[in-house]
């Protein structure tokens, strides 16, 4: 149990394109769902956090106007990148979490993005 | 701020060696910590979660212990094989919505 999945798990885009990243979680409801962007050899820094049906609360430094964020069901959070530069080019995981007092995160496998 | 730091930043093993990799943390009012496994360009594997209030888990060859009140916590693999190698991170869960990230170790298994 506890499957989350990713869509699509690689994407190349053009230079001020906009594109989405779908967070799935399988089997359970996740009242609230994290997106994380990871740099070559660095670590997961973490860039907001969603619950479902409200607004999304982005970390000090994430242009939230820039990576819009959608959590419209207690099964799916989107991501879409807009005006995307090469600089965005990096690999995005999500997690997701239930509700309940239950603080673990089950993570994505991931999606790396490519901006050319 | 939370802060997670992990020691070393790579390791290379022979295979079939006993190895201890390390992570440490600066606030002590943590709920758990989990070791997560990193294979290249993939996403992470959740190998071991230790609540707060325990001192170790095990799953297999791999075992974690924590010492809340120091800020450590180690992840023992014991006759390690090529299969392990991978990228091991280290994370801290301070509230509801706060989970920290360590650098990580890139461990080597050499056959």
């Known amino acids: 149990g506890a499957v989350v999945s990713q869509h699509p798990s690689w994407v190349i885009c053009k230079s001020g394109t906009s594109v989405k990243i779908e967070c799935r979680s399988l089997d359970f409801q996740a009242t609230t769902m994290f997106w994380y962007r990871q740099f070559p050899k660095q670590s997961l820094m973490l860039m907001a956090t969603s619950n479902e049906g409200s607004k999304a609360t982005y970390e000090q430094g994430v242009e939230k106007d820039k990576f819009l964020i959608n959590h419209a069901s207690l099964t799916l959070s989107t991501l879409t990148v807009t005006s995307a530069h090469p600089e965005d080019s990096s690999f995005y995981i999500c997690?997701?979490?239930?509700?309940?007092?239950?603080?673990?995160?089950?993570f994505g496998p991931g999606t790396r993005l490519t901006v050319t | 701020k939370q802060e997670v730091t992990q020691i070393p930043a790579a390791l290379s093993v022979p295979e079939g060696e006993n190895l201890v990799l390390n992570c440490s943390f600066t606030d002590s009012a943590i709920y758990n910590l989990q070791w997560f496994r990193q294979d290249p360009g993939k996403g992470l594997t959740s190998l071991l979660l230790i609540q707060s209030s325990q001192r170790e888990q095990t799953s297999g060859r791999l075992n974690a212990s924590l010492d809340k009140s120091s800020g450590r916590s180690t992840l023992y693999i014991a006759a390690s094989q090529p299969g392990d190698s991978a990228t091991y991170l280290c994370a801290v869960q301070t509230g509801a919505n706060n989970l920290f990230f360590g650098t990580g170790t890139r461990l080597t298994v050499i056959p």
């Open positions: 997690s997701a979490r239930g509700g309940g007092g239950v603080y673990e995160q089950y």
